[in-house]
């Protein structure tokens, strides 16, 4: 193969080692990225005692939900959640952005052959008309020379929403952990409505049929047989509505699970479950922990880089261009004793009048970086409101329940002596009636506050932004 060897004289060599220098080590225009001042408070709004290190974000979730029934469902979640693959394949797409940006950097090297059979027309010139072949191979080469950090700006901006993206899956696997669960403890609570229900029905139909019994010997009232057929009727109707509604919470489920319906396993009943101490830890640490928080900082991130690159634009592009092949009449004598052709060069191209469009470009990405801080600094601020919600719930419903668990003790404590008093004969129907009405709602009131007890816990993990020591394995991996 005939290969040239080009010499390059001095003021060459300088220009093109200039150029190299400066594209190694060539200053990136455009603002560097700084952290805008939040100014977190000092401790949570309802924070009961003061700041401590250890936070409940710093359990797994299996220390926090320690029902082996619903850990196995966020397991199960975990592997098959469809909303938690999309994530994964958006990350692979922002993975595959970056190295497209990134390759930029490097010089883009290219191959190309031609064969070309062609004829040429001589004006004025009878028959002499020429008929020829030329065939070509060459391969070339073109650098853009970094010299503004344009393309590592770019390259920034990429990485930037690819973390961005990671963020983004440590937020849906945190939700879809919490999500399963609040439906799990809703899904229990809905049981311990229907046996409240199928009790209220069971204890309605004696009533009934007590009733009933006094009305056909004649010592009571038909009133009192059909108000109590009618709370009879009413407790079976919400049996049934009971039944269906658990059946819809299994399926919702089940779409979390990526499974098709079916009815869902359960382990301890609503009145079994326990929950973990639950300190908050130190507020500042929110703003490391959260992955909501911490998506929003890489798009601060990735806007800034691209003010950067909208800076750069401004400023000429500087390269380096190489050509070497062969090229002849024959194919086969390409490489023998035909000729060969190459080049070598610099180029400078830049602007000089676009119309204000790059001003327009620079104004639209320094608007996105205000937007992008004024979205990072709303997110840091709810997530101290959940925080602050959550804590404010987990307090009250404490009490809350202990004043209904006292309710329902003394309606119970009042229908069985209504009833007394009624086979006494010294009460009416009314009173009994009236002491059932006012149990099973309350029962179905406790239930609920049970269950919120629970999901208080779950927000507040959330929202401290739980399992955020774990490894990616960590989320998945049995226990």
Known sequence: MNVRTVKISGPTRLVGASLLVLALVGCAVGPNYTRPDTAPVKEFRSQVGASEAGSLADLPWWQVFNDPALQGLIREGLA??????????????????????????????????????????????????????????????????????????????????????????RAVMLKLVSDIAAGYFLLIELDRELAVAQESADTYKKTYDLFNQRFQVGRDAKLGVVRAQANYEASTATVAALH????????????????????????????????????????????????????????????NAEVGVAVANYFPRIGLSA?????????????????????????????????????????????????????????????????????????????????????????????????????????????????????????????QTQRDQLVAVVSLYKALGGGWKLTDAEWTAPH
């Open 323 to 447: 050509l070497f092949g062969y090229e002849g009449a024959k194919s086969g004598n390409l490489f023998k004793n035909d000729f060969s052709i190459w080049n070598i060069g610099a180029n400078l191209a830049g602007p000089i009048f676009q119309g204000g469009r790059l001003q327009a470009a620079y104004h639209a990405q320094q608007a996105f970086w205000d937007e992008s801080i004024a979205n990072y600094r709303k997110t840091v601020t709810v997530a101290f409101q959940e925080t602050s919600d959550a804590l404010i719930a987990q307090q009250t419903l404490g009490t809350q329940r202990e004043a209904q668990q006292r309710q329902v003790a003394a309606l119970r404590e009042a229908v069985d002596l209504a009833l007394q008093r009624y086979d006494g004969g010294r009460a009416t129907y009314l009173e009994v009636l009236e002491a059932e009405q006012q149990l099973f709602p309350s029962e179905d009131a406790l239930a």
């Open 244 to 303: 269906r509604l658990i059946t819809q919470q299994e399926n919702a489920l089940c779409v979390l699970l990526g499974a098709y319906p079916r009815p869902i396993a359960r382990g301890k009943a609503l009145t079994e479950q326990t929950a973990p101490a639950t300190p908050v830890g130190l507020t500042t640490d929110l703003l490391e922990r959260r992955p909501d928080i911490l998506q929003a900082e890489q798009v601060m991130i990735g806007a």
């Open 80 to 169: 098959n959640s469809y909303d938690l693959k999309a994530t994964l394949a958006r990350i692979d797409e922002a993975s595959a952005q970056v190295g497209i940006v990134r390759a930029d950097l490097y010089p883009q090297v290219g191959y190309g052959a031609l064969a070309v059979r062609q004829k040429s027309f001589v004006p004025f010139v009878p028959g002499q008309n020429l008929t020829y072949n030329t065939f070509g191979i060459a391969a070339s080469a073109a650098w853009e020379l970094d010299v503004w950090g344009r393309v590592r700006r770019s390259t920034e901006a990429a990485r930037a929403n690819l973390y961005a993206q990671e963020d983004v899956r």
